[in-house]
């Protein structure tokens, strides 16, 4: 099946400073990809929609400023989280579409971030 | 809108069945299921299409109700590797968006 990369696969960082986030499709491309953020506990939420060659989708209530996401190729998508605080701490994960006309999405391993 | 799932929590011994449920308020374009292990990501279970359709692979199953607004995943003869946190998910034909239901948490004892 398909594969579908995030590094780093924890981060911890003191309030204040940027963490950049990568989610890599490694067996196929990827037009789309979605960032997806996970509290303890609660479910998957949809943060926004990454398209390469554009700008990003965000869902309502995700400030676009905070949550930089850049989709620079066809296997590559950046989430950068700036100016982090704890509250920001959470479980990130990515996923994209294989393309393989079953709408199905892989998820990557996810990124768990940590704010001091 | 986010689906809505049924029980919110499963505690089953080895062997027994398990039926999770998921209703939405209108019309879905597709159910995908997923199985989440702590700290780990969702895994990808089965997505259903069409309204009637029915899916399964060794023992889990999933129905998709003929007006395509509710979902049911069936396991049965539950293994200890069943446990985890169960999701159902509402796909978009446009976006290709995923909204996660709240989850079902399920719990297999020896």
């Known amino acids: 099946g398909a594969v579908v990369s995030q590094h780093p696969s924890w981060v911890i960082c003191k309030s204040g400073t940027s963490v950049k986030i990568e989610c890599r499709s490694l067996?196929?491309?990827?037009?789309?990809m979605f960032w997806y953020r996970q509290f303890p506990k609660q479910s998957l939420m949809l943060m926004a929609t990454?398209?390469?060659?554009?700008?990003?989708?965000?869902e309502q209530g995700v400030e676009k400023d905070k949550f930089l996401i850049n989709h620079a190729s066809l296997t590559l998508s950046t989430l950068t989280v700036t100016s982090a605080h704890p509250e920001d701490s959470s479980f990130y994960i990515c996923s994209a579409n294989s393309g393989s006309g079953a709408d199905t999405q892989y998820f990557g391993p996810g990124t768990r971030l940590t704010v001091l | 809108q986010q689906p809505v799932q049924s029980p919110q929590a499963v505690i089953l011994r080895e062997g027994e069945d398990a039926v999770i449920n998921c209703s939405s308020s209108?019309?879905?374009?597709?159910v995908h299921w997923y199985r989440q292990k702590h700290g780990e990501a969702p895994v990808f279970l089965m997505i259903?299409?069409?309204?009637?359709e029915q899916k399964g692979h060794e023992k889990i199953s999933a129905s998709f109700n003929e007006k395509k607004q509710q979902s049911s995943l069936y396991l049965t003869a539950s293994q200890l590797s069943y446990s985890g946190t169960y999701f159902c998910v509402a796909g978009s034909s446009n976006t290709g968006k995923l909204i996660f239901g709240q989850g079902t948490t399920l719990q297999v004892k020896p």
């Open positions: 209108k019309a879905l374009y597709s």
């Open positions: 067996d196929f491309q990827a037009t789309t």
């Open positions: 990454s398209n390469e060659g554009s700008k990003a989708t965000y």
């Open positions: 259903l299409l069409k309204g009637g």
